[in-house]
């Protein structure tokens, strides 16, 4: 099973930008279609994007489409969440998740059956 570790979060004014990453070990990268969620405090985890193996495929939630980015770099195990013209309901714990090339490249959390601890990302107004 792959290992994965979030970081990059932090307190930010609104606009600004972030980059989180998310480091992965014990297995190679390459294996996995991978997805970035948030929880906000109060509610529910919820989607922001999902990137297929081979990086060819990518979807957003609503939210965040034309704002953020997802991207990887299997040649260096590290899957990336670009955020620009951050907004404070964007403030949420952001974690990283791994599903296997088996499935297809879905929002689902269930689909995901690795998940990093999360890192936490304030945008204050």
């Known amino acids: 099973q792959v290992q994965l570790v979030e970081s990059g979060g932090g307190l930010v004014q609104t606009g600004d930008s972030l980059r989180l990453s998310c480091a992965a070990s014990?297995?190679?990268?390459?294996?996995?279609?991978m997805g970035w969620f948030r929880q906000a405090p109060g509610k529910e985890r919820e989607f922001v994007a999902v990137?297929?193996?081979?990086?060819?495929?990518?979807r957003y939630a609503d939210s965040v489409k034309g704002r953020f980015t997802i991207s990887r770099d299997n040649a260096k195990n590290t899957v990336y969440l670009q955020m620009n013209t951050l907004k404070p309901e964007d403030t949420a714990i952001y974690y990283c998740?791994?599903?296997?090339?088996?499935?297809?490249?879905?929002?689902?959390?269930?689909?995901?059956?690795?998940w990093g601890q999360g890192t936490q990302v304030t945008v204050s107004s």
């Open positions: 014990g297995r190679t990268l390459s294996s996995y279609h």
């Open positions: 990137i297929s193996w081979n990086g060819g495929t990518t």
């Open positions: 998740a791994a599903t296997t090339r088996a499935y297809g490249v879905g929002t689902r959390q269930s689909l995901f059956g690795s």
